[in-house]
């Protein structure tokens, strides 16, 4: 990452009662520093909230004092949202979303992200540990 910038480095509990906090955070790093359109802002928070949801309630299975680290990266023309827990690792290949046309409640939060974002990949935990999600938004909108 030559030209990357950290916008913000947010450290919380995986319990749902952070998560306010944690999109307001997002909010005000996208929506202030990178003038995205009011309705990809929400929907970039919305992503990063069902990214965190889903490690609250599958990668640590409930609400706990384990901490989740959330870094917010300007790297050239995309922003870098990056998701560190410290439960197990997790099989990437059985993260996928599921077909939107299977109606059931619950399990749209991958589909939502994979929506919002220009890439979703699992990348290597520096430590070796835990589990790091990696999501990238282009700063440029998509065929520009």
Do not use: W
Request: hydrophobic share 40%; charged share 25%; glycine share 6%.
């Amino acid at each position: 990452m030559d030209q990357a910038q950290k916008l913000a480095e947010i450290h919380f509990h995986a319990k749902s009662d952070q998560l306010q906090h944690v999109r307001n955070e997002v909010r005000d790093a996208v929506g202030e520093r990178h003038f995205f359109p009011s309705n990809i802002v929400e929907c970039i928070v919305l992503a990063v909230d069902e990214a965190c949801t889903n490690i609250i309630r599958h990668a640590y299975g409930r609400e706990c004092d384990i901490e989740i680290v959330l870094e917010i990266v300007a790297d050239g023309e995309e922003l870098v949202f990056r998701l560190t827990d410290f439960a197990d690792p997790v099989d990437d290949q059985a993260v996928r979303p599921r077909a939107i046309n299977h109606m059931q409640p619950g399990g749209l939060g991958m589909h939502i992200i994979h929506q919002v974002m220009d890439n979703v990949a699992f990348v290597q935990c520096p430590n070796g540990t835990g589990n790091v999600l990696e999501m990238r938004k282009k700063t440029t909108p998509k065929g520009t």
